[in-house]
Nanobody
Framework: QVQLVESGGGLVQPGGSLRLSCAAS????????MGWYRQAPGKQRELVAR???????DYADSVKGRFTISRDNARNTVYLQMNSLKPEDTAVYYC???????????WGQGTQVTVSS
């Protein structure tokens, strides 16, 4: 089992920045993918970014050039640096963990990000 705890959400003004963190604990080992999804009111949950290593990342078109995903393997933590935030980025952001061998899927409880003046 893997537990995921997100932090760093909050209220920011348009154009501002925010950094989300997700700490994983439990049965953690190599060959996994961690990522961030988000769900806005009235919309489906969508992929924001995911990461295998520093050179293997994937981003939604809507956040390319503004968001950066990274991970600290020693701390089993994934980060999402969000810059140039827009009101459209307002959503609940969920951390995701997929195990490489068994394809087990785990989700955090979510953290609210609100971009507003």
């Amino acid at each position: 089992q893997v537990q995921l705890v997100e932090s760093g959400g909050g209220l920011v003004q348009p154009g501002g920045s925010l950094r989300l963190s997700c700490a994983a604990s439990g049965s953690i080992f190599g060959s996994n993918v961690m990522g961030w999804y988000r769900q806005a009111p009235g919309k489906q949950r969508e992929l924001v970014a995911r990461i295998i290593s520093d050179s293997l990342t994937d981003y939604a078109d809507s956040v390319k050039g503004r968001f950066t995903i990274s991970r600290d393997n020693a701390r089993n933590t994934v980060y999402l640096q969000m810059n140039s935030l827009k009101p459209e980025d307002t959503a609940v952001y969920y951390c995701n963990f997929v195990r490489g061998l068994s394809l087990e899927n785990y989700w955090g409880q979510g953290t609210q990000v609100t971009v507003s003046s």
